[in-house]
């Protein structure tokens, strides 16, 4: 259960109403597996403490927390999650490599778009580094020429060509307009929100990955 409130005073308040849910079913919560965060705000500061506990027992503060295997990072940077996917995909790419280095091209082929396209929760990183993306690149290309064993500098562009699959920037932009046609179809207010909203920046930076404007991706 996520609890997301304004301030320190909103999730307490917040938090003695599952206390006293809790308390009206029979229910108790493990307060050793309770975390929360502080989100950086332009002109705030992240570094004060707040008091916040659960059944009068104090909450551990964290700086990044994993969340439905997505990293969530006070400073509001996707840099920690696209390092998780990096070393997933590292870990797919060779258990393929190993396991099926006998197999046709097609079949190869294949097994890379069922394994290694998925990138997962890739439509939601828009504040990062252009390094932690780039690794990201490199590791995807070199995952590519390992299985198929290409040459390791052979073009990135005419291997995927040859291939008839998509290179890495094809993968983000197609789950980033996948992300923002599921926004824009929900019925849940909070995300319609979002999704109407012309000066929100996630919209924003989602948009100029779809259309190919941002030439740091």
């Known amino acids: 259960m996520v609890l997301l409130g304004p301030s320190a005073g909103a999730i307490t308040q917040l938090l003695q109403i599952c206390e006293e849910y809790a308390a009206a079913?029979?229910?108790?919560?493990?307060?050793?597996?309770c975390e929360y965060m502080v989100f950086g705000v332009g002109g705030k500061c992240r570094d004060m403490e707040f008091e916040i506990a659960l059944n009068k027992i104090p909450i551990k503060r964290v700086s990044s927390?994993?969340?439905?295997?997505?990293?969530?990072?006070?400073?509001?940077?996707?840099?920690?999650?696209?390092?998780?996917?990096r070393r997933s995909l590292a870990v797919r790419c060779n258990m393929l490599a190993r396991r099926f280095y006998r197999c046709t091209e097609q079949?190869?082929?294949?097994?890379?778009?069922?394994y290694c396209q998925n990138m997962y929760t890739g439509g939601l990183w828009v504040n990062h580094t252009k390094?932690?993306?780039?690794?990201?690149?490199?590791?995807?290309?070199?995952a590519f020429r390992m299985l198929l064993r290409l040459p390791p500098y052979c073009s990135a562009s005419e291997m995927f060509a040859k291939a008839r699959t998509d290179g890495f920037h094809a993968?983000?932009?197609?789950?980033t307009a996948s992300?923002?046609?599921?926004?824009?179809?929900?019925?849940?207010s909070i995300l319609r929100t979002v999704a109407e909203s012309i000066h929100s920046p996630i919209i924003k930076r989602c948009v100029q990955r779809v259309i190919g404007t941002n030439n740091s991706l």
């Open 25 to 33: 079913h029979g229910l108790s919560y493990n307060v050793k597996k």
């Open 65 to 85: 927390f994993k969340y439905l295997g997505h990293f969530l990072a006070d400073n509001l940077k996707d840099d920690m999650d696209i390092e998780r996917e």
């Open 107 to 114: 079949v190869k082929i294949t097994l890379f778009k069922a």
């Open 131 to 142: 390094k932690s993306l780039d690794v990201l690149r490199v590791q995807y290309n070199n």
């Open 171 to 175: 993968i983000l932009r197609k789950k």
């Open 179 to 188: 992300l923002l046609r599921r926004l824009r179809d929900s019925q849940n």
